[in-house]
């Protein structure tokens, strides 16, 4: 029989019969199990599965790339720090390291901003909900999908053929040469950061939206009667009032930003100085064969993140206080 | 004015008030709309240039396409159908995507229903390590674990379907922090007399959790459900790390599609069409449940 079919009904049949058999196996289980121990033993097999997944696929290979990232390529001797010094002398990480950091802020910028901006306007139109749908959209498709769109948006053929991509017959139109969007540095990197901010601005305005809608009507209006402007409206009840909300999304599109790796990986391959951290690890450990340096970069990427994850525990811990 | 002071003001006052400046209106649905075309317009070209033929694509802007004499075709598809290994690359996303999907969110429902209805030392430390676990950025562990999963350790990965089952159980470990944080968030706040009364009507655990839990949890579910299989659906990164780019007849859409765009054949056309059926499924998927979708974002990010 062809193995896949056999594979596709192991997917239809097995796997919702395994997932389902495990909670009465667990009960069936705790029957052998003396009556008081029941309620001790219970939790800690309803939790098993969790547990075994999050300890062999998220902590052990976060303790062991740890190990890696001061092992050689290897994965036998103690190098000590080389690949770290590696990572922070060799001109082309350097480059990526300063491209996340161009991502991180552009990114956050664009999407945050722009969401607040749409968030806004599109609240004072009758056909909002469209509005909304259609800058949303995005994000269903893929970075990669969303890198192919673009592809086409940036296309360039040199002057006096008549341009394909959008945005170079604009150009054209204005009487400029066409530009060469993606192989350009700095511009190119910018321009895959749009790609991105296209795709995720949509998931910051809607949270944004939902914030905005919690907002008390009688307070704006209130502030309204009282002769305050628009503008004066804004500053002084809602943008204060919307902050916690953008800091939760902030958070979130700089995870994002130091993770991006589709699109660089569709649209250049890391080539004409547009690298990030998360290809330059990919490259390291398939083309160079450089685990340790990929672990190196891996570590690199999660103490980056770290002080994220801090404010987001301590928000999560304060929302649990006043429940 | 006595309207102003009713709690809950509705947006129809809020609109009517500023119907009363028309000039401004006018500059506000122009803006709007732009934005909306400003999205609409990369996919809407895509969408044109995939059904004109290979020449004229080359030759024209797609835009040149909407003005007579018209010239469509569905030949690019027909192509990329055929030739492409595009249909297997969506059966081999379909084969990828579901488990991944099933396995992750009933794990996590067993382990939130253990979170919020069962009481065992050490719950809330437990529970906020797991939500700690939700930033380890996946590259974190790829070395390992293709050491782990790879020739040296149980050899799953490579041309055989076991890469497929090393897809699925990645992205459970991967997709479980969210799920649990979600649906935990979800089951801790539904009404405890109800789990209360069944339990003195005798119901065990597992009745609890099949007939009352579960079916009360639908719309965390259902949110879970189309977060995940997107996530997993449009992966590049987790498929190109345990499945490799080698193996041509295991690759899932985003793999195949990228690698049309990165080769240097320059098939363009065929690119375009070949974009458009990798995005069919979720666009499918998307506007079908967008409610529960856009609930399990907002729910997830700001209510917590």
Known sequence: ?323 | MTALSVPGLSAATRSSRRRSRPSRRVVLNVVVIAIMALWLLPTFGLLVNSVRPAQAVASSGWWTGLFPPYNFTLENYQQVLSRGGMSQAFVNSLLITIPSTIIPIAVAAFAAYAFSWMKFPGRDILFVAIIGLLVIPLQTTFVPLLNLLGPKGIHLLGAGPGAFVAVWLAHTGYGLPFAIYLLRNYMGGLPREVFESASIDGAGHATAFFRLAIPMSVPAIAALVIFQFLFVWNDLLVALMFIGAANAPNLPLTMAVASLATSLGGDWQLLMAAAFISMALPLIVFFALQRYFVRGITGGAVKG
């Open chain 1, 1 to 323: 029989m062809d193995p896949r079919l056999i594979t596709a009904i192991i997917v239809l049949v097995g796997v919702p019969a395994t997932v389902i058999g495990y909670v009465f196996l667990v009960e069936q289980v705790l029957r052998l199990v003396p009556g008081k121990r029941q309620a001790a033993v219970r939790p800690w097999l309803w939790l098993l599965p969790a547990l075994l997944f999050l300890f062999v696929f998220l902590v052990y290979p976060t303790i062991n790339t740890i190990v890696l990232s001061f092992e050689n390529k290897f994965q036998k001797e103690f190098v000590g720090l080389d690949n770290y010094v590696y990572f922070f002398t060799n001109p082309n990480t350097l480059i990526s390291l300063r491209n996340n950091i161009i991502w991180l802020v552009l990114l956050t910028f664009l999407t945050v901003g722009g969401g607040l901006i749409i968030a806004i306007l599109v609240d004072r139109v009758r056909y909002e909900s469209i509005a909304k749908s259609v800058v949303f959209v995005p994000l269903a498709i893929s970075f990669v999908g969303a890198a192919i769109i673009w592809k086409f948006m940036y296309d360039y053929q040199p002057p006096g053929h008549p341009q394909t991509g959008l945005l170079n017959a604009g150009v054209a139109a204005l009487g400029f040469p066409p530009i060469t969007w993606i192989q350009d540095a700095p511009l190119n990197t910018i321009a895959l950061i749009i790609v991105a901010a296209w795709t995720w601005t949509g998931f910051c305005m809607v949270i944004l939206s939902a914030a905005l809608k919690g907002i008390s009507a009688e307070l704006l209006e209130a502030a309204r009667v009282d002769g305050a402007t628009e503008i004066q409206v804004f500053r002084a009840i809602t943008f204060p009032l919307l902050l916690p909300t953008v800091a939760v999304v902030s958070t979130t599109m700089i995870i994002t930003a130091l993770k991006a790796f589709d699109i660089v990986y569709v649209m250049t391959s890391g080539n004409y100085d547009t690298n990030v951290i998360a290809n330059q690890m990919y490259k390291e450990l398939f083309t160079n064969s450089q685990p340790g340096r990929a672990s190196a970069i891996a570590v690199i990427l999660l103490l980056l993140i770290i002080p994220i994850m801090a404010i987001n525990i301590r928000r999560f811990r304060q929302q649990e206080a006043i429940r």
